[in-house]
């Protein structure tokens, strides 16, 4: 089955600094890419995604980036704000199933 | 984007006792919920995937008699933990997708179940 890896685990930035969150998937028919943001004992909220058919994706202040050859894409956060503290999880999965894979999430501190 | 509700967001029961969670689409319907478990600093784990008027389909070591789930309708999907444990105290958190095909699944709020 897919598997998913997400690094960092934890990450500190200063507030207006730009954030990096890397996965990369083990299932080369993986086509559908999603970050979720997750607050505190809430559900995962979906902020951007990707599939396979593109390389790069934006919104505002978000990006995603998809290397297929490679396997693995990222997400991007520019001009940090303290907000933007949250568990963010990345997810892969494949087909119409959508059955999401998600990797082991990042703890983003945007310090003021 | 859509929205998914989940109810209810906190439930304490005894040990022994069975609880039910729902999980409604409000604004679309769902062909396809999906049921996940989460533990404290951990990541989403797939439970089952239910599909209108069918089965659930569980993921290897979910026992089927313990976490019953049924989703008679598009609009919503219940799941029941049957003689509830200490250990089954989790996070559960369910999500909805329309249709099939590419489409996006949107993820209820989650509950917090605490056996004691």
């Known amino acids: 089955g897919e598997n998913v890896e997400q690094h960092p685990s934890t990450l500190s930035v200063q507030e207006g600094d730009s954030a990096v969150i890397k996965c990369t998937y083990s299932?080369?028919?993986?086509?559908?890419f999603p970050w979720y943001k997750q607050e505190l004992g809430k559900g995962p909220q979906l902020i951007i995604d990707?599939?396979?058919?593109?390389g790069e994706k934006k919104d505002q202040r978000i990006a995603v980036t998809l290397n297929k050859t490679a396997k693995h894409f990222s997400l991007h956060i520019t001009e940090t704000q303290p907000e933007d503290s949250a568990v963010y999880f990345c997810a892969a999965s494949r087909g119409s199933a959508r059955q999401l894979t998600f990797g082991s999430g990042t703890q983003l501190t945007v310090l003021p | 984007g859509a929205v998914v509700s989940q109810h209810p967001s906190r439930v304490i029961c005894k040990s022994g006792t069975s609880v039910k969670i729902e999980c409604r689409s409000l604004d679309f319907q769902a062909t396809t919920m999906f049921w996940y478990r989460q533990f404290p600093k951990q990541s989403l784990m797939l439970m089952a995937t239910s599909n209108e008027g069918s089965k659930a389909t569980y993921e290897q070591g979910v026992e089927k008699d313990k976490f019953l789930i049924n989703h008679a309708s598009l609009t919503l999907s219940t799941l029941t933990v049957t003689s509830a444990h200490p250990e089954d105290s989790s996070f559960y958190i369910c999500?909805?997708?329309?249709?099939?095909?590419?489409?996006?699944?949107?993820f209820g709020q989650g509950t917090r179940l605490t056996v004691v």
């Open positions: 299932d080369s028919a993986s086509n559908y």
């Open positions: 999500s909805a997708r329309a249709g099939s095909g590419n489409t996006e699944a949107f």
């Open positions: 990707i599939r396979s058919n593109v």
